[in-house]
């Protein structure tokens, strides 16, 4: 009778319905040895953490976006046409890492940021790391050794678009390069996401939009640096101006949209609406009495707003100017809202104004971490 073969002999055990239990522990103790503890577990094992934020300085995009705002860990893509406020965003989203003791970095490749602004936002100048880079490679490799470090809570690149390829930028003019930047973008982010996850480093690029050539039926829009941030980003939010605010003839601001056009840590495509004061930023106060009065903390009569028993003023404008003078009331009804769409964020522990806001329990996503990093904690 012939002997089996060497390489039959060797062969993977069939199994039943119920699997081979010695087995998968000798090689899930092979996967431990080799790799290191943790590097792979059974999910129930684990201590589940719920994906933290920063707030985006908009209560109703960061309820939009499905938690305390941009995730921690996870790479964020903000574009929109020119003027629309991506930069203002992502300003705020430093300020308020820095509000909370984190540190913030802001990778200028436009070589466009205006200090004064972003003090007027609320950013500390003092402490925010910031880097105009001579090419994409250089500020990608900035990036990655910032993430490295894990001593960041938020690093924006301002914007995707400047990132021009070394090659592209020693070359002439009028000579092609095919793919290059796209290229670049992905072998970036194919290195950055797993560091970004390890150090619970939230990266926010800033990305403008293109026109796609010969495009029938659909939106021709499309976003630069080719298709391989699209598929890394767990949020992409599209923002977009859609009025002016005026005082008489004088613009002294934009109302703005935010669509949440994927996420990755709450339901996609919800969308909101705020305005950007200019020389101010996010007007945070006008939001709060518009999503009160929509869930009915701020009663409306006429012209009128008032909370409980108080007048807050004739008009959106003046109801505002009220809470300016009175913050205690304002973070009162922000208190109230969030007890209303976010109960889980009062029960441990309510945000302040500027600190963001949450969703409910049901729609929160968690992630594991093996009991060691928990402990860690």
């Avoid at 129930?44 to 994906?51: C, E, I, L, N, R």
């Avoid at 050794?145 to 003019?173: C, H, N, Q, Y």
Wanted: glycine letters at 12%; charged letters at 25%; hydrophobic letters at 40%.
């Amino acid at each position: 009778m012939a002997l089996p073969s060497k390489s039959r002999a060797n062969a993977p055990k069939k199994t039943t319905e119920a699997g081979n239990p010695e087995a998968l522990n000798d090689a899930l103790a092979a996967i431990e040895k080799s790799y290191g503890k943790g590097s792979i577990m059974r999910l129930g094992d684990g201590t589940v953490v719920p994906v933290e934020g920063i707030s985006t300085g908009s209560l109703g995009l960061d309820l939009a976006v499905g938690g305390w705002g941009f995730p921690r860990g996870r790479v964020v893509e903000v574009y929109g046409p020119e003027s629309s406020g991506k930069t203002t965003l992502t300003l705020h989203v430093v300020a308020n890492a820095q509000k909370k003791g984190g540190v913030a970095a802001f990778i200028d490749a436009e070589h466009a940021l205006d200090p004064q602004y972003a003090k007027k936002l609320g950013v500390d100048l003092e402490s925010l790391l910031i880097s105009q880079p001579d090419n994409g490679e250089q500020a990608l490799d900035i990036c990655e050794t910032l993430v490295r470090s894990g001593a960041l809570s938020v690093i924006v690149v301002d914007s995707v678009a400047a990132l021009v390829p070394k090659a592209e930028i020693e070359g002439e003019m009028g000579d092609s390069f095919v793919g290059l930047h796209a290229r670049l973008m992905s072998q970036a982010l194919r290195k950055l996401t797993g560091l970004v996850a390890r150090t619970n480093t939230t990266l926010v690029f800033i990305n403008q939009i293109r026109e796609k050539i010969g495009v029938m039926f659909g939106s021709p829009e499309t976003t630069t640096g080719g298709r391989a941030l699209k598929f890394y980003s767990s949020v992409r939010v599209d923002i977009r101006r859609i009025g002016q605010i005026k005082n008489g003839d004088q613009p002294i601001g934009a109302r703005t949209k935010a669509t949440v056009v994927k996420n990755k840590v709450a339901p996609p495509f919800r969308k909101t609406e705020f305005d950007i004061l200019f020389n101010q930023g996010i007007n945070l106060l006008g939001e709060l009495l518009d999503i009160g009065v929509e869930c009915g903390i701020v009663k409306r009569s006429g012209t009128w707003l008032s909370y409980g028993d108080q007048r807050l003023g004739q008009g959106r404008d003046r109801a505002r100017e009220y809470l300016i003078e009175n913050p205690a009331v304002a973070d009162e009804i922000q208190h109230k809202i969030l007890a209303e769409l976010a109960p889980h964020v009062v029960q441990g522990g309510a945000a302040t104004r500027g600190d963001g806001a949450a969703q409910d329990k049901s729609e929160a996503r968690e992630r594991p971490v093996a009991k060691e990093q928990a402990a860690e904690a």
